[in-house]
């Protein structure tokens, strides 16, 4: 068994959330009724001319912005041309020979250790509709339905070097991309809508060879894990086929989810043949360095910038920033609470903990109203039990924190006047249990302790309740 | 010969065209004809020229992100020839795998 180095590429497609489609203004709403949000122009019909959405252009030029791209003022469009039923056209509006953005880059962390990926390119173009397949597959459908809904909405295409190693960095970088896409609002980017899709290049070469094999292209990633199990599949086909002294067929292969396998595609007739031409339709972009540098900075901070600041700014474990890295709602309101105040760790333990789970139910709640909870609990006027009790209530009704602590009469009693009183009552009560504490049977301090705790509905506080019965017995 | 049987069955086969026989030989010489033609361009000496891809020097137009008024669903279809439930209706499109 020779041992091999794997070189993988990926092509992202990522639609962007504007309202109106790319070259006509059909809204581009997910999930109307099929075939209802189509025009001359998006379906292609004769005599219409497209006209860009600037919005698109915007979106894609932020897109390159936070990906370290060269913005090129001069870009053109490109028609590229094939016979599909998804391409109403039967030509793609594209960029081809002079892309917008070229030359940049996306730094993440795997596991300690910060890599970066190059991004070779980012174009925009226009997307396809959508096909449903009669069979579970393309390849064993009798036939396919055709919805235009779709087609025509801004897709930027971001393609990265042949420079990522393994499935699993594949998998951390497409991660990551969609985070930053989240991060710039430019994309909803739900791989469950199409809204983000991958296709995969990956070639085998025999270890520290600098000749790179037969690449083979897999298509149909529609999540995470397909990504990283179709790289891992195609791995070990490939080396397999290597060990055996057999060539790769550059091909394209699809991934079958089921059966968790890549096969092969193979369309009717030839190889493509795109036969691109410059788009007479459009005239080429040339954009105003100005606006390019107002876009610029609406860039917000970026993921990994973000973790970076949690961690030397706040002191944050990678763990805990990256907890309110990946979700910004959370880093959001992390850095609402740490204004007010309150202690770094603190808050984020408590982000994570009961509130995580009860914010996923019910949605997020307004710092001010969370800061009075955490408030209350630090200056240790609540017991953590307490507080979470506290919680569930302020996410079912309108009262502050203060307020459901009052009416429950919650606060935690730690003035030793107020205890002693119940104290005296408890141990009247129990003379005989008393007597034999005395004699030596200290284990029976809990049993008083969960007495005082009894009388005064669990407000007391337990470390004040023991030291006071200690006092009281050993007189 | 710039243009042999072959390649304009190719483009035939591109294009979704179906030619007889006789349109192939015809469109063989058609063809061969223009791209002789095109080949007196090549004899012009260009090299002062700036490349172009467009034969109107014009700048972009953008627009705002508006929505507007979309075809109904019954007017889409009208044109298809097959529809079901709203959905255009292809036949295949991909082969048998191996």
């Given at each position: 068994m020779t041992s091999y180095d794997t070189v993988i590429g990926l092509e992202i497609h990522v639609a962007l959330?504007?309202?109106?489609k790319f070259l006509c203004s059909c809204k581009t709403t997910f999930g109307a009724p099929p075939n209802s949000q189509c025009c001359p122009v998006c379906l292609g019909l004769p005599g219409t001319l497209p006209l860009i959405n600037e919005k698109a252009v915007e979106y894609a030029t932020k897109a390159g912005l936070a990906l370290n791209c060269q913005i090129h003022f001069f870009s053109r469009f490109d028609r590229k041309n094939y016979f599909y039923p998804d391409l109403p056209k039967a030509f793609q509006i594209t960029q081809d020979a002079f892309p917008l953005c070229t030359d940049g880059f996306l730094e993440y962390y795997m596991d300690e250790q910060l890599v970066r990926t190059a991004i070779t390119r980012i174009h925009l173009e226009e997307e396809a509709g959508k096909l449903i397949h009669s069979g579970p597959t393309i390849v064993d459908s009798e036939y396919s339905l055709v919805d235009y809904n779709r087609a025509g909405i801004p897709l930027i295409e971001i393609v990265t070097a042949p420079?990522?190693?393994t499935p699993r960095q594949a998998r951390l970088f497409l991660e990551q991309l969609r985070l930053l896409m989240n991060y710039i609002g430019?994309?909803?980017?739900k791989m469950e809508e199409g809204s983000l899709r991958c296709d995969a290049n990956i070639s085998l070469k025999p270890a520290g060879s600098s000749v790179l094999g037969t690449k083979v292209e897999i298509k149909n990633l529609n999540s995470f894990r397909a990504l990283e199990k179709a790289l891992e599949y195609e791995e070990r086909r490939q080396s397999k086929l290597l060990d055996r002294g057999e060539a790769i067929r550059q091909e394209s292969r699809t991934w079958d989810e089921r059966a968790g396998r890549t096969i092969t595609m193979r369309s009717k007739g030839?190889?493509?043949?795109?036969?691109?031409?410059?788009?007479?339709d459009l005239p080429p972009l040339n954009l105003d360095p100005a606006w390019v540098s107002l876009i610029k900075v609406s860039v917000p901070e970026l993921p990994l910038e973000r973790l970076k600041r949690l961690e030397e700014e706040y002191g944050l474990s990678r763990y805990e920033a990256t907890f309110l890295v990946n979700y910004r709602d959370f880093g959001d309101l992390f850095f609402e609470l740490a204004e007010i105040g309150l202690e770094h760790k603190s808050i984020v333990n408590f982000l994570m903990g009961d509130y995580a789970r009860l914010a996923r139910e019910h949605g997020h709640m307004a710092a001010k109203r969370l800061a009075e909870l955490l408030q209350l609990q630090a200056e240790g006027r609540i017991s953590q039990n307490q507080a979470k009790a506290v919680l569930e209530e302020l996410f079912s009704c309108r009262l502050s924190a203060r307020e459901i602590v009052e009416k429950k009469g919650l606060e935690v009693v730690g003035d030793p006047a107020a205890l002693q009183p119940v104290v005296a009552e408890v141990l009247d009560g129990n003379r005989e249990l008393a007597a034999r504490y005395k004699n030596g049977e200290t284990k029976l301090l809990g049993f008083f302790v969960g007495q005082v705790m009894r009388a005064t509905q669990g407000k007391a506080d337990p470390e004040t309740v023991s030291q006071l019965l200690r006092d009281e017995l050993a007189d | 010969m710039l243009i042999d049987r072959q390649e304009v069955m190719r483009m035939a086969r591109l294009a979704r065209l179906e030619l007889s026989d006789r349109e192939i030989d015809q469109y063989q010489k058609d063809l061969t004809s223009f791209l002789s033609s095109g080949?007196?361009?090549?004899?012009?000496?260009?090299?002062?020229v700036e490349g172009t891809s467009h034969a109107v020097a014009m700048t972009h137009e953008l627009r705002k992100d508006a929505v507007g008024e979309s075809l109904p669903q019954a007017e889409i279809l009208s044109a298809a020839p097959e529809a079901m439930d709203g959905f255009f209706k292809v036949p295949r499109i991909v082969e048998e795998q191996e």
């Open positions: 959330m504007t309202e109106s420079d990522i190693h430019v994309s909803d980017t030839d190889a493509p043949d795109y036969r691109i031409f410059p788009e007479p | 080949q007196k361009l090549q004899q012009v000496d260009v090299s002062a």
